[in-house]
């Protein structure tokens, strides 16, 4: 297909800075938290079995077809779709729309709680009960959803500064905002992550992290959940049905080599995860050691891991304050990777779409991000994160992975993409690439859809009231669905429409 590229449309300044970009978008705050603790919940080394599997049978593959979509089209998610069959740009908006308008409102809000304990860290303000300070000085944290109660001054103030940052990168554009800025971010983030691994796994007990986190337990492999959860893992670790995937490889030029870029990505996305891993359960064998409890005691699942357990931690550990600020520095440049990410997708959409102005579109999402965040920041705004988490995660990017496969296979005769793909790379995808898009990613995110489905039925997450549930996580599905129908029924008027 030939590139009839705008002279608007930037590009990036070479394949490294899109690679870093990409990376930087996949690599988050759950790869050093989230990543860690499924590994030990699922079987330890044995859950990278089924984790590889889904890396290479789904994780690639996508992330390939995403790639490919935006550069084949020279367009944002929602163009994309567009040019793909105009029926279904409602659901390129969908996919920009709940990421922008949902997890990057709270992924920010976590970003400042780690901005927060950088500057806690200094003095270990946190006290000699992490847990208590955490859920009541710092969240003030209420009894359920329904309490919002008040707005926590420090986590909105830290909130703004994110926000603040967000707008300055994204506002400078490809070259001289997200790719500049991730030239920065990359590499000091691979500093502070190795000086915390091998720090840590220089403590007396790190051992016994290090075996609880990677002793394989291979009689977990016979459990459903454990591959469920892999395949789960994968997809949101390397943002797939974010859109930004789709936006990023719309700005490279015409020679892009778009599946070795994708093998890359990935593989330095994984990488990095099970890198990182090694400080976060070497310094949970050092406090096990120090206190004498089982490692199952000192392990704490998701958010607790990073600020209960780890700050814990820190205040046993010789030189515990330059450790904390390492660590809450590197969540940090890894949260804000990604959330200029998340807001470069929708900014691009918009852009595509709109003859407001990159600048003005960026601000104005920015403003609006900042105060669609605040909720988050009030007494009972964990909750509030949660359910809307559950959701966009659990359903929305599911639905759209699978949308994407089902039109790439159905729309297009499958070999149309994978021909294209091909054409602009050293690295050439098979007949394999075309079965994994065409029935057996399509049919892996069903179960996964089904499953989630079944067990949403069977009890309210987390023992949420039906009513908290329907009016924050499903409301939240349903607005951002509105709100890109409104978009893919307004008129094109950009003459890339």
């Known amino acids: 297909m030939a590139r009839d590229r705008t002279l608007s449309r930037e590009v990036w300044k070479n394949q490294l800075g899109f690679i870093l970009a990409a990376v930087g978008s996949a690599v988050g705050l759950g790869n050093i938290w989230r990543f860690s603790y499924m590994t030990y919940e699922n079987g330890g080394g044995a859950f990278l079995i089924p984790y590889l599997i889904a890396l290479f049978t789904v994780g690639i593959p996508l992330m390939m077809l995403e790639f490919a979509f ?64 955490f859920f009541g000085e710092f969240l003030g944290l209420s009894k359920g ?31 001289r905002g997200i790719e500049l800025a991730n030239k920065i971010f990359m590499p000091l983030l691979l500093i502070l992550t190795t000086i915390l691994v091998f720090w840590s796994i220089t403590l007396e007990g790190a051992h016994v992290g290090l075996r609880a986190y990677l002793a394989p337990d291979f009689s977990a492999l016979s459990k ?27 700005y490279l030029p015409e020679r892009a080599n778009l599946s070795r870029n994708a093998i890359i990505t990935a593989l330095l996305n994984c990488g990095f995860s099970l890198f990182s891993g090694f400080a976060v359960f070497s310094i ?57 990410s998340i807001i470069e997708a929708f900014s691009s959409a918009a852009v595509d779409k709109f003859p407001w102005g990159r600048k003005r579109i960026v601000t104005t999402v920015c403003i609006l991000g900042m105060l669609g965040g605040i909720i988050f920041t009030t007494n009972g705004g964990l909750f509030w994160l949660d359910i809307v988490d559950h959701f966009l995660t659990h359903f929305g990017l599911m639905v759209v992975g699978l949308l994407e496969a089902i039109l790439a296979s159905w729309l297009l005769p499958i070999n149309t993409m994978r021909n294209y793909i091909n054409s602009v790379s050293e690295f050439q995808v098979g007949a394999w690439w075309s079965f994994l898009i065409k029935y057996f990613i399509p049919t892996v995110l069903l179960i996964i859809v089904i499953s989630d489905l ?44």
């Open 224 to 250: 459903p959940k454990v591959w469920i959860d892999a395949f789960s893992q994968i997809f949101f670790t390397l943002s797939l049905g974010f859109g930004i995937m789709i936006a990023y490889a719309s």
């Open 284 to 340: 949970l064998g050092y406090m096990a050691v120090e206190t004498q409890k089982p490692i199952g005691e000192v392990v704490k699942q998701s958010i607790g891991l990073a600020f209960v357990a780890y700050p814990a931690a820190i205040n046993l550990l010789p030189g515990g304050a330059v450790f904390g600020v390492l660590f809450f520095t590197s969540l940090v440049v890894a949260g804000l990777s990604s959330s200029v």
């Open 145 to 175: 959803p329904e309490e919002i109660g008040t707005v926590q001054t420090p986590i909105l103030l830290g909130l703004g500064i994110i926000w603040f940052l967000n707008w300055i990168i994204v506002h400078r554009g490809i070259q």
């Open 70 to 133: 935006g550069h084949r089209f020279i367009a944002s998610a929602p163009l994309a779709f567009f040019k793909l069959h105009r029926r279904w740009e409602w659901l390129g908006w969908w996919s920009v729309s709940f990421v922008m308008f949902g997890i990057v409102l709270y992924y920010c809000v976590i970003i400042s709680w780690c901005l927060n304990y950088l500057f806690l860290s200094l003095t270990l303000a946190w006290g000699n009960d992490p847990g208590a300070f």
């Open 454 to 497: 079944i067990t949403e039925f069977q009890k309210p997450y987390e023992g949420y009231s039906w009513k908290a549930l329907v009016f924050i996580g499903v409301d939240w599905l349903v607005l951002t669905l509105v709100l890109a129908i409104f978009f893919s029924k307004s008129t094109w008027e950009n003459q890339n429409g």
